[in-house]
């Protein structure tokens, strides 16, 4: 029988505002943590993968993390892809699990965007995935990037403000029940409708948070899982879809990569939408995952905000989704962000959600996004 | 200081002709394909056979974004400013802004026409949009 792939350990830093934070203190102290809540020891993990930095950009981050951590890994590599980074890292881990190359492999990932950048070094720095000869000329910013999507999305299917914003509001509803989320006061659809408009039609609670964080998951290998003492969830299918870098360069503004993407990871799996149980969906703007909730199959298109608006997004509606409040009002910490989606799924197979816990979660699908809506990596959990 | 576009070797002519106020584009003589932007070989077939035509600079608006926050100090003084994408007739997309005094009445389908910013001490030009009547 082939090896399969489960999560054995999650952990993640404070999120927000860490002082005396460091790029890879931050690594470091998810890393121990991680390895600690699997049962292992850091001499255990014999792989290692890390993402990237926007406040220590290094081209070989993950030798820097092994040398500053002290490991010694016989598999290493970094992994950059913005927004599906840890998605993608996920689904590397269960390759090398599944094919014996590694036992146990740490994903690690963490920047402190808040500290270590100014607010406006950070919107400067993120606008250089911007085309240097085609977009950034034009002065396009990350948020303006997706609002291009969100006006001719919002266009085609007649969607109005109430319904970008319920998915915030629910975010943000969530965030209040998790005692690590960086924004835990609730808001309401005035509140967006009346933030600042960062650009039209996106305001300001529109868009991610900026925060320090960090965050790391140990896959191993299910026979190597065994005996730890978590709960067992395993990575039953991933799936990626790439269809473009630069939004300029889109094949479509409203169909995406994350509908191949979703459509192998159900297969794999041998499950479809209807059978998930929580969903942990990447949400950099709200407009991101209206056409990802749409485009995966849990919604029609131009129907997922009339059902925020109506409560199904959260935790006992239909598609419960983003049960720790999403990079909107968790926090999102670079790589770390979409990071903070797996473990939340993690907690909630294992039953250790709390006040956030949907009821018998056995099935979740956890989705990232890089680029503007260019990378897709989804991937779906299963308790065992 | 705004981004002045630096050329390479896939679009050189593309910017000495925008110098000369003139929009190009490359069309693939592979397989008929119009390329969004120039590079050294086809995206749909690969060949490296491309040829540039000029296009008649009228286009549409396929979406467009209202900016409130700069991306860089260099952009603050000209917020609000008006960010599309723009179709051009012969089957291209450029990113753009859209100039004019009725720039921020701009809606989706809205016809326009490139006009060429000069920017930087060499006074670049830089293809933009203008609504057309
Ligand atoms: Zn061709």
Avoid at chain 1, 294 to 311: D, W
């Amino acid at each position: 029988m082939p090896a399969r792939a489960a999560i054995t350990g999650v952990a993640e830093t404070d999120i927000g505002r860490v002082e005396g934070s460091t790029v890879m203190s931050l690594h470091s102290q998810a890393a121990r943590d991680a390895i600690a809540d699997a049962g292992l020891e850091p001499e255990d993990i014999d792989g290692v993968l890390c993402g990237y930095s926007t406040v220590e950009p290094h081209m070989m981050l993950s030798s820097v993390f092994c040398e500053y951590f002290g490991l010694k890994p016989t598999f290493t590599t970094a992994i950059s892809a913005g927004g599906a980074t840890a998605c993608i890292m996920l689904a590397t881990a269960a390759a090398l699990v599944e094919a014996n190359k590694c036992r146990h492999v740490l994903m690690v990932m963490g920047d402190n965007r808040l500290t270590g950048l100014s607010r406006s070094g950070t919107v400067a720095a993120l606008a250089g995935v911007g085309h240097p000869q085609f977009e950034q000329p034009y002065g396009m910013t990350i948020p303006a990037a997706y609002a291009l999507v969100a006006q001719a999305y919002l266009h085609e299917y007649g969607i109005g403000r109430d319904e970008l914003s319920a998915l915030a509001v629910t975010g943000r509803k969530h965030a209040g029940l998790h005692p690590k989320a960086q924004m835990r006061e609730p808001i309401t659809l005035e509140d967006v409708a009346d933030s600042r408009v960062i650009a039209s039609p996106l305001n300001l609670l529109d868009c991610c948070l900026i925060s320090d964080g960090g965050a790391a998951v140990v896959v191993s290998s299910s026979a190597a899982a065994r005996d730890l003492p978590n709960v067992q969830v395993e990575v039953l299918g991933t799936g990626q879809g790439h269809t473009h870098e630069h939004i300029f360069g889109a094949p479509s503004l409203t169909s995406f990569g994350c509908a191949d993407s979703s459509r192998i990871a159900f297969g794999e799996a041998g499950v479809k939408p209807a059978d998930i149980d929580v969903t942990e969906i990447y949400d950099s703007f709200t407009i991101t995952l209206l056409v990802e909730l749409e485009s995966i199959g849990f919604f029609e298109k131009g129907e997922a905000g009339q059902a925020a608006l109506g409560g199904a997004l959260e935790i006992g509606g239909r598609v419960p989704c983003n049960t720790h409040g999403g990079l909107l009002s968790f926090g999102h910490a670079g790589a770390a962000g979409g990071a903070f989606h797996i473990i939340e799924a993690v907690r909630q197979l294992r039953g250790q959600a709390d006040a956030r816990q949907v009821a018998n979660a056995e099935l979740a699908f956890v989705h990232g996004d890089g680029g503007i809506l260019s990378a897709h990596c989804s991937t779906v959990l299963g308790r065992v | 200081m705004k981004p002045i576009p630096a050329a390479n070797a896939d679009t050189q002519a593309y910017w000495e002709a925008a110098a000369k106020e003139r929009l190009l584009y490359q069309v693939c003589g592979g397989c008929s394909h119009t390329l969004s932007y120039p590079r050294g070989v086809c995206p749909r077939c690969h060949s490296g056979d491309l040829a540039w035509r000029e296009s008649s600079g009228r286009g549409r608006i396929v979406t467009f974004s209202i900016v409130h926050r700069a991306p860089t100090p260099a952009f603050k003084a000209d917020v609000p400013y008006v960010l599309a994408l723009v179709d051009f007739d012969e089957g291209f997309r450029l990113m753009m802004n859209v100039l004019g005094d009725d720039a921020l009445d701009t809606k989706i389908g809205d016809p326009v026409e490139v006009i060429f910013e000069a920017r930087g001490e060499a006074q670049d030009k830089l293809p933009q949009a203008r609504r057309t009547k």
